[in-house]
């Protein structure tokens, strides 16, 4: 019971921390969107683009790795901090070594029209950007919600101050738009550092280099983090190719439909962020089962509902808060719902299986579905455009979670109507809730 409370306290906290970052982000959406334009807001995308596809690819799964072990209470917490940190370094200076010779090389065609300096100048900021992913994860392994979901909002929260006074009072365009990205990266880091004095009693200078963490980190890590490239390749590959075979003024247009949609993950994202150190630490896989198949089918549930109503206020959303100009991306939207609204299943699922110990069934499901995406894009974008893009994405969405369906059910025995369908105990805990809100009236 208690365990139950905690579960469902954290997860309101995240949900609440996700709800609070959507609006932040939406707010600073729209003032990029509108101030810049099409063309202003796709550089600004590809610009970002860069530094968190190298942290991504170049990430290891060390933070990963993070919340498996600490919940496996195999390391000291200062010891796995102290080797994040040295890892971190290592990593970022690398990513910048790597950025430096995509732009040099490559910028023509992954980043077509984008002035080099912005690339260069946002590679600076990789080390924070790297470390702030590692220490993020760690209070979410010591299930401190609180510190975890003030992290992420502070960021969001600077940027869009910092974007608001360098856009209307300063009138600096683009580069403003860049800098307050890369302010809100600094904060993140900031706070960070306080946190770990006041709510750890530890800073990331204490602790020991562990070798054997560092190994056996690399070793669990590399395959979540195979899985977590491909499925960010995923996510970002066919804005890479919207670049390439359109405009920037497309990726923009494309970005802010994607943008929007992805809000309906805003459910799977906060209950996944709780679920993944839950299981990991739990031993219990009856009680396992019963959580995420209920979790899964009630997400589905609320993500279709929700599907639904962005589906017919579309136009309006988009006319109200990007202008006409973005009249387009009312139309990718409506096409990338099915796979977004099937995704939220996905995520649950991933983060399931990862927490058991399984991550490289979220690997080899990422491997056939971004290959699939990227020859759907190739295939679509020269010849239908944009919308393409976003037919492609919804298919490969929509086969991620069919798979992952049926891998979690080979491996845990639970029926597909358990995991999808809405139970009676389920329609039971609703009519109860329902009675309490209108008793409370």
């Known amino acids: 019971m ?33 101030v810049l334009g099409p063309k202003g807001n796709g550089l600004y995308q590809l610009i970002t683009l860069l530094p968190t596809t190298l942290m991504t690819l170049l990430n290891f799964g060390v933070g990963t790795s993070s919340v498996y072990y600490v919940g496996q209470k195999r390391y000291d917490i200062k010891d796995i901090i102290k080797t994040n940190t040295a890892s971190g ?45 590692f220490y993020l994860i760690t ?29 209307f009072i300063f009138d600096t365009g683009l580069v403003g738009t860049v800098f307050s990205f890369s302010l809100g990266v600094i904060s993140q880091f900031i706070l960070t550092m306080i946190l770990f004095r006041k709510r750890m009693h530890l800073s990331i200078f204490t602790g020991n280099l562990s070798k054997k963490y560092f190994k056996e980190s690399f070793s669990f890590g590399f395959k979540a983090h195979f899985s977590n490239i491909l499925s960010f390749i995923n996510y970002r590959a066919d804005i890479f190719l919207i670049s390439m075979f359109l405009s920037p003024a497309a ?20 209950i996944s962020s709780v679920l993944y150190p839950v299981v990991s630490s739990s031993n219990d896989d009856e009680n396992k089962n019963r959580l995420t198949s209920a979790i899964s089918r009630n997400v589905l549930y609320f993500s279709i509902i929700g599907g639904i109503a962005f589906y017919f206020a579309s136009n309006f959303i988009f006319n109200l808060m990007f202008g006409a ?21 996905d995520r649950i699922l991933s983060n399931d299986l990862a927490g058991r110990g399984k991550p490289e069934l979220n690997m ?78």
Request: aromatic fraction near 10%; charge should be positive; avoid cysteine.
């Open 89 to 133: 370094v290592v990593l970022s200076l690398l990513s910048i070594v790597i950025g430096i010779i995509v732009v040099l090389f490559f910028s023509d065609k992954f980043f077509e029209g984008v002035p080099q300096p912005y690339l260069y100048f946002i590679l600076i900021i990789m080390p924070l950007l790297m470390l702030n992913d």
């Open 2 to 34: 208690k365990d139950s409370k905690l579960f469902f306290k954290n997860t309101l906290l995240t949900l609440s921390r996700q709800i609070s970052g959507i609006l932040l982000g939406l707010l600073a959406s729209i003032i990029i969107a509108r």
């Open 251 to 270: 990726v923009g247009l494309y970005g802010v439909a994607v943008s929007i949609a992805e809000k309906l993950w805003i459910v799977s994202q906060a």
């Open 325 to 345: 100009k973005y009249d387009q991306s009312s139309d990718l939207l409506k096409m990338l719902l099915p796979g977004i609204i099937l995704f939220s299943v």
């Open 364 to 441: 080899y499901t990422s491997i056939f579905t971004v290959a699939s995406n990227i020859v759907l894009n190739v295939i679509l974008i020269p010849k239908i455009g944009i919308m393409g893009s976003a037919i492609s994405t919804s298919v490969t969405y929509s086969l991620s979670t069919m798979v992952k369906i049926v891998l979690f059910k080979r491996k845990t025995g639970v029926s597909y109507s358990q995991l999808l369908l809405l139970q009676k105990e389920d329609i039971t805990l609703y009519k109860q809730i329902i009675s309490k809100v209108r008793k409370k009236r």
């Open 139 to 167: 209070f979410q392994s010591v299930q401190d919600f609180r510190s975890f979901n003030s992290l992420a909002l502070t960021r969001q929260l600077v940027a869009l101050i910092s974007l608001t006074i360098l856009l």
